[in-house]
């Protein structure tokens, strides 16, 4: 446990002091946060911004809520895109943001699983099965894709009896690595996720009321070096192309 700890605090100081040397970066780029369900969806808009305005973009992704922690302990991107409301919230209890908000996607939960097991489930009720022994989801601790698959077992009243069975990564994109590599049967994992997964089977079987909604918000903060271009960029993630890019990847819009 001691060395688990050293490693994961050496992780966050080794990604604090990478965003701190970003803030001696030209006038002309800018850092955005973002969480790691991202990933794919904004490399191809940071190709189409940097070709319309001449400015260049710098992506760190990762679990929402430790991004929104490491903007508190002194990183300082200039746009924060988070997977939900609560590192939002976080970061303006600290007075860390811009007053301005911007609603940029929405997402769902799906239940993803190997072929062999995907054919026995037919509800989430059928994760007490003994077929079934390992769970992958998020870590609600970092990231807000295990907030809400939390949620869903838990209004499913199915928490205490799959406690033994949860493996959590420390982002989503990680938990359902899990579920590809074996590691795990089955996994609570957004849509968008889930499509990029080719030989998992992919189970529409989570009510949408049994999880708050998955919404996108981005935000500029208040150490932004380029505030300008930073609220460019979040104006740009609202417009017709970045929607068009988005909706390609599986996301909808609030």
Same mark, same amino acid.
């Given at each position: 446990? +001691?060395? %688990? ?8 100081? &080794? *990604?604090?002091?990478?965003?701190? #040397?970003? #803030? ?18 904004? +490399? ?6 940097? #070709? ?6 710098? /992506? %760190? /992704? ?7 922690? !490491?903007?508190?302990?002194?990183? +300082?991107?200039?746009?924060? $895109? ?7 919230? /976080?970061? @303006? @209890? ?6 301005? !908000?911007?609603?940029? $996607?929405?997402? @769902?939960?799906?239940? &993803? ?8 489930? !037919? ?15 998020? @870590? ?9 698959a939390v949620q869903a077992l838990n209004n499913a009243n199915l928490s205490p ?33 889930? +499509? ?23 935000? *500029? ?25 988005? *909706? ?7």
């Amino acid at each position: 446990m +001691k060395f %688990s700890l050293k490693i994961s605090t050496i992780v966050l100081l &080794v *990604t604090i002091l990478f965003a701190l #040397s970003c #803030s001696s970066r030209d006038s002309e780029s800018i850092l955005v946060f973002a969480a790691a369900s991202l990933d794919d969806a904004l +490399k191809t808009i940071k190709v189409s911004y940097e #070709s319309e305005n001449g400015t260049r973009i710098t /992506f %760190s /992704f990762g679990g929402s809520q430790k991004l929104a922690r !490491q903007i508190s302990l002194g990183a +300082k991107p200039d746009v924060i $895109l988070s997977a939900g409301v609560a590192p939002i919230n /976080f970061l @303006d @209890d600290r007075n860390l943001l811009n007053d301005r !908000q911007y609603n940029v $996607l929405t997402n @769902d939960l799906v239940l &993803v699983a190997r072929p062999d097991i995907g054919s026995r489930i !037919q509800n989430l009720k059928d994760l007490e099965s003994s077929v079934i022994s390992k769970i992958a989801v998020a @870590d609600p601790d970092t990231a807000p894709a295990g907030v809400y698959a939390v949620q869903a077992l838990n209004n499913a009243n199915l928490s205490p009896n799959l406690s033994s069975k949860i493996v959590t990564g420390e982002n989503v994109r990680i938990a359902l690595t899990y579920v590809e590599r074996g590691n795990a049967d089955v996994g609570i994992v957004y849509r968008t996720d889930a +499509k990029l997964a080719e030989d998992l089977s992919i189970l529409d079987i989570i009510p949408l009321e049994a999880y708050d909604q998955v919404l996108y918000v981005a935000a *500029t903060t208040k150490a932004a070096r380029n505030i300008g271009e930073a609220m460019n960029f979040c104006e740009f993630l609202l417009g017709e192309e970045a929607r068009a890019i988005f *909706t390609d990847h599986g996301f909808s819009f609030p």
